[in-house]
């Protein structure tokens, strides 16, 4: 929906729980039709007071990639178009994993269904029939919210494109030389994944 909505009361977690499994229950059920404000409200016994917060946790949800709308503004569970929520962590090649939210194996996104997705990223994507390996495939269909979201730098315009030199300011101790230069440009492990945290064509160095 992507509206601002009049909050007059705030919702108990309690409540908000029993909301959310509430419209997590009639998106995957095909007989309940969750399409207009009042169809939601209806659905979750909202006392004037609460319409606000309700509507405000279903736009959350939204946002957050549990739930989609089909064209006919339909809410439904993502996984009934083979979409699923998750964070993606990208390699310096240009292909991503996919770590998926509920849980199930990591999902490998080649260079060309990426996108504009970048490491840290919460991502809505489409799995695949093929394969990768011991990993199913799948593309980048929406970004849900940005895993980085500013960068100090400088940008350096060229023709058709430019590059971001960003900004390593105590980049001049050897000890710490190489890890700024893999955090900024390269990649790192976290965890036993591989993660780009930056992604700059860059960085400033200072001589020693």
């Known amino acids: 929906m992507g509206k601002k909505y009049a909050v007059r009361g705030e919702l108990s977690e309690e409540r908000r729980a029993k909301i959310r499994e509430?419209?997590?229950?009639?998106?995957?059920?095909?007989k309940t039709t969750l399409v207009l404000e009042q169809d939601v409200l209806h659905l979750v016994g909202a006392k004037p007071h609460e319409f606000g917060a309700v509507l405000q946790q279903l736009d959350q949800m939204e946002a957050e990639g549990a739930l989609v709308?089909?064209?006919?503004?339909?809410?439904?569970?993502?996984?009934?178009?083979d979409l699923f929520?998750?964070?993606l962590r990208g390699h310096r090649r240009g292909f991503a994993f996919v770590s998926l939210d509920n849980g199930s194996q990591d999902v490998y996104i080649p260079r060309s269904s990426v996108g504009n997705a970048i490491d840290g990223d919460?991502?809505?994507?489409?799995?695949?029939?093929e394969t990768h390996g011991d990993h199913r495939t799948g593309s980048v269909e929406k970004i849900l919210s940005r895993g980085v979201t500013f960068v100090t730098g400088t940008y350096a315009p060229e023709r058709s494109f430019g590059f971001v030199i960003t900004d390593g300011k105590r980049n001049d101790i050897g000890t710490t030389m190489e890890a700024y230069a893999l955090a900024h440009l390269g990649e790192i492990q976290v965890e036993g994944c591989s993660a780009?945290?930056?992604?700059a064509d860059a960085l400033t160095v200072n001589g020693y």
């Open 22 to 30: 509430s419209l997590l229950q009639a998106a995957g059920d095909e």
């Open 85 to 87: 929520a998750g964070t």
């Open 196 to 199: 780009v945290p930056f992604g």
């Open 122 to 129: 919460r991502v809505l994507i489409r799995l695949f029939s």
């Open 69 to 81: 709308r089909n064209k006919k503004g339909r809410y439904l569970l993502p996984e009934t178009y």
